[in-house]
């Protein structure tokens, strides 16, 4: 199988894409984000968890959340490129909401197959679900997972949960026997308790999930497959919020740069400005061409998807750290203030930076696959 | 990376048939000669002979100017040239020795010349029989293309042009040189014409070609002096003082941001001579000893050769991206990375491969013992030739700032 040209990339998913930022730019301005999640400085909102839950019910409403699920089970059933387009805009707002939490847990779903259809159904119905798949070391490894199901219960703690208090369901990988099963657990299911972490971003929440022998039946008894089938959605994704986000950084800091004079210039004058703008572009449109091309090769070339996936991510972690850290410095004084809106997308971006692997991580797997893993 | 196939009308199926049909069964066969790494260091006539019978015979076969009208001996096709280039380089075809005219002057002949030379001097460009080559830069005028001082003195219907242009590549080769100059020494930008010069005809009669020799040893590049050569004024583009213009079709095709495909090399070089691309430098790693081990399992070699990978690809994905409407925000903000991004990579890819070979890397040209007979560090030094010419990587990186990101004109 070969990739269209287009990416698979069609009329519909530029519709999708256009309609998204509008309604960001309508319904969700920066400076609502900020009031939102950090109008006043309090060291315990670290944990906190702000968001504008009837704000995404209208995404809900308006299909988005259904997007990747597939139509069998009443959902849109778009390619992943549409998807990633739409989480590019989510990126963009930095829009606190379960959408790529919940889309992690549909690729995962939908690679299960038939036993996974009513999980699926609900989502498109509107209930939203995160994956607890990983470990206290952030081993992004689910066979490596702590979680254990004995007798038909679940005990063991799964960590760094995305938007875990934002979620109805969990995704949860548990040690069966040989084999890692997957569960589908209400997030209130007796024996289910929500640890919050505090963490660094503060348009997102994450917690660990302790799991005190709660009763659950598998919705797939052997799931490394499906995981291993889904995770090149998860980093490409993941991948796409993170040019969005970089897409406003670099703006913001244009703006800024034409905006701000010295020395009798505006700063974008001066080619020690222009220059590293010029460079965090450039990477923006190499990840962005990585993210459509590992999209496209999710639905069009399996065999290929994780490489490229691969690519997607490795290539977007070191342009959150590039576009993060340039954009801080060119703002200067004021650049480095909570006033100042830019540590928002800081923060969100070192929290994407590392979620699911950083550059180094991806490389080291993609060197397994292009040139054979080192005996 | 994949096909595009599918997608093609119905007359780039027809096409591309026609392209495969016809490389099948006339493709040429190797050469009796070393070629160079590219056109642009063309040296021995013999060289040249053999690359400009192939270009003649796939211009007969109608696989350059494709998208040119055939008035002025194109193929009137419509998106042809994209198909034709696929195919040549599918078929590891050698590389078209009239690469400054295909590129560069074709399309700003055809912009700005009168129908009647277009006419003239198209279908021997196309076809290779006269070569091009390009007086933009002099010894006072790099990035600041603008300042040049070479001079066109009117005398009635002629000119008299005197001046000194540098870094001219295939001039030794050249019937033809576009030839950016001065009508008027009282304004910067609108004292500059424009004009198409035969010097070939002319050596010894005003124009002098001398060789420059560049830092790698080869030859190739020229200075190329007039002292009185008269000109006549229909060989002038556009009108007086719209130079700069007129030079910006020259130079936006040159980077690769033009709406005129041009005829690009084709795949031959990667199989008789040395290619600068990631997969060279894995056989490199590949077949290199590091503490005991291939240098390919050094973990941090596997990430930087992983890093180069991907910008690799991401630049080949970006001239994919370039053509999805949904896409993109800003027309030319991908095409105009092009120049930079291949030069820069390519360059990465040179200073990797010198790490790689380690002790080695030093051994040159006509060393038994060097690694890819010393291509590397040849390949390496003349990466510079690439983000120095055709505006500076620095020069690009201001045009990218000031065009698509909007920020102030820097001095």
């Known amino acids: ?375 | 990376m994949t096909e595009s196939a599918h997608q093609d009308t119905p007359e780039q199926v027809e096409f591309r048939e026609h392209c495969r049909t016809w490389l099948a069964a006339n493709k040429p066969g190797e050469p009796g000669v070393r070629l160079p790494l590219s056109p642009l260091e063309i040296m021995t006539q013999e060289q040249l002979d053999y690359l400009q019978a192939w270009q003649k015979a796939a211009y007969d076969a109608g696989m350059i100017g494709c998208d040119y009208p055939v008035t002025v001996g194109g193929g009137s096709r419509s998106d042809c040239q994209r198909i034709a280039n696929e195919e040549m380089k599918g078929a590891r075809t050698p590389f078209l020795p009239n690469v400054i005219g295909l590129g560069m002057a074709a399309p700003t002949v055809f912009y700005h010349a009168q129908d009647e030379l277009k006419e003239r001097l198209l279908p021997r460009l196309f076809s290779g029989e006269d070569i091009w080559c390009q007086g933009f830069s002099e010894p006072g005028a790099g990035s600041d293309l603008a300042s040049v001082q070479t001079f066109a003195e009117r005398k009635g219907d002629k000119w008299l042009i005197n001046g000194h242009k540098v870094w001219t590549s295939l001039a030794h080769f050249a019937e033809w040189m576009i030839l950016l100059l001065r009508t008027d020494r009282s304004h910067k930008y609108d004292g500059l014409s424009y004009f198409v010069v035969p010097i070939r005809s002319a050596l010894g009669n005003g124009v002098t070609v001398r060789p420059l020799i560049k830092m790698t040893g080869e030859t190739g590049f020229n200075e190329v002096i007039f002292e009185d050569l008269e000109v006549d004024d229909s060989y002038r583009l556009d009108e007086l003082g719209k130079g700069w213009q007129v030079a910006m079709t020259t130079l936006l095709h040159e980077r690769g941001a033009g709406d005129l495909k041009t005829p690009s090399a084709g795949g031959m070089k990667s199989k008789t001579t040395h290619s600068t691309t990631t997969s060279s430098l894995i056989d490199l790693a590949r077949n290199t000893m590091r503490n005991g081990r291939p240098a390919l399992e050094d973990p941090l070699l596997r990430d930087q050769i992983m890093q180069l990978i991907i910008r690799e690809a991401g630049l080949g994905i970006n001239q994919r991206r370039a053509r999805v409407a949904g896409l993109q925000d800003h027309p030319s903000r991908l095409l105009l990375q092009n120049k930079l991004l291949a030069s820069e990579i390519a360059q990465d890819i040179g200073a990797l491969a010198l790490e790689i070979a380690g002790a080695s890397a030093s051994l040159y040209l006509g060393d038994s013992n060097a690694p890819a007979g010393g291509q590397w560090p040849l390949s390496y030094m003349n990466s510079y030739g690439m983000t120095i010419a055709a505006g500076t990587s620095e020069v690009q990186r201001n045009i990218l700032g000031e065009r698509v990101l909007g920020l102030a004109k820097s001095k």
């Not at chain 1, 939102?36 to 995404?59: I, K, N, T, Y």
């Not at chain 1, 660990?208 to 291993?228: K, M, T």
């Not at chain 1, 590992?294 to 691969?310: G, I, L, T």
Request: with cysteine; glycine share 6%; aromatic share 10%.
């Open chain 1, 1 to 375: 199988m070969t990739q269209p040209d287009n990416f698979g990339f069609e009329e519909e998913a530029a519709l999708l894409k256009d309609s998204a930022r509008k309604f960001f730019a309508d319904n969700f301005t920066t400076d609502k984000l900020h009031t939102m999640v950090a109008a006043d400085f309090e060291p315990e909102r670290m944990s906190g968890c702000h968001w504008d839950a009837a704000l995404w019910q209208q995404l809900v409403e308006l299909g988005w959340a259904a997007v990747a699920v597939p139509e069998s089970a009443g959902g849109l059933g778009m390619p992943l490129s549409a998807v990633a387009g739409l989480v590019e805009e989510v990126g963009r707002a930095a829009f606190p909401c379960p959408l790529l939490a919940t889309l992690n847990a549909v690729y995962v779903l939908a690679a299960i197959g038939a036993d996974a259809e009513t999980a699926l159904t609900e989502i498109a119905e509107g209930r939203t679900a995160s994956l607890a798949t990983i470990n206290r070391d952030g081993a992004w490894d689910a066979a490596l997972t702590e979680v254990v199901c004995d007798a038909g219960t679940l005990s063991g703690t799964a960590w760094f949960v995305q938007d875990a208090r934002k979620v109805d369901r969990l995704l949860v990988a548990a040690r069966n026997g040989e084999r890692i099963a997957l569960y589908w657990v209400p997030i209130d299911a007796p024996g289910v308790t929500v640890q919050p972490d505090a963490i660094v971003d503060l348009t997102r929440d994450q917690a660990h999930i302790a799991f005190d022998s709660v009763a659950a039946e598998p919705v797939c008894a052997d799931g490394l497959p499906a995981l291993q089938q889904a995770m090149p959605a998860v980093w490409t994704l993941l991948a796409a919020d993170i040019t969005g986000a970089a897409e406003w950084q670099l703006q913001t800091t244009v703006d800024y740069a034409n905006a701000r004079q010295q020395f009798d210039h505006s700063l974008g004058f001066f080619q020690a400005v222009k220059h590293p703008l010029v460079d965090v572009m450039i990477h923006i449109d190499q990840s962005k061409s990585l993210v459509y091309n590992a999209a496209c090769a999710f639905d069009f070339e399996p065999d290929e998807a994780a490489r490229f996936a691969h690519m997607a991510k490795a290539s977007a972690s070191d342009l959150a750290a590039f576009a993060s850290g340039r954009a801080v410095q060119f703002h200067g004084g004021i650049g480095f203030t909570w006033e100042c809106f830019l540590h928002l997308y800081f923060k969100r971006q070192t929290h994407s930076q590392m979620l699911w692997g950083d550059g180094p991580w991806h490389r080291a797997r993609m060197a397994d696959i292009v040139l054979g893993k080192v005996a």
